[in-house]
């Protein structure tokens, strides 16, 4: 069963920033994806971005392209994986949940291990 922790959610104004972190117990010798992913209230859960962490392609969700970015990195052997989220909106706000799969795409469906998410809230 692969773990992930997750951090870096919070309450912001609009076009301020917010890093989230993922931590995944996953192995560093395997090579899969990382998707980051965000669930508001009464609206299906949708892709943000995701990173594969052997080449480190990327990939994003139109809606946040040109705002945020995803980036990896090994610490201490594990993969830690990174949304840096600026110019926030508050149609951003959502609890942001990171995943574990294998196919570079923000389709729920492919991926099969889930954190517990991350409250994320942009308001005035």
């Known amino acids: 069963q692969v773990q992930f922790v997750e951090s870096g959610g919070g309450s912001v104004q609009p076009g301020e920033s917010l890093r989230l972190t993922c931590s995944t117990s996953a192995s560093t010798y395997a090579y899969y994806v990382i998707g980051w992913f965000r669930q508001a209230p009464g609206k299906e859960r949708e892709g943000v971005a995701c990173?594969?962490?052997?080449?480190?392609?990327?990939?994003?969700a139109d809606s946040v392209k040109d705002r945020f970015t995803i980036s990896r990195e090994n610490v201490m052997n594990t993969n830690t994986v990174y949304l840096q989220m600026d110019n926030l909106k508050p149609e951003d706000t959502a609890v942001y949940y990171c995943?574990?799969?294998?196919?570079?795409?923000?389709?729920?469906?492919?991926?099969?291990?889930w954190g517990q998410g991350t409250q994320v809230t942009v308001s005035s």
């Open positions: 995943a574990l799969g294998l196919t570079l795409r923000l389709e729920v469906s492919d991926y099969d291990f």
């Open positions: 990173i594969h962490t052997g080449r480190s392609n990327t990939l994003y």
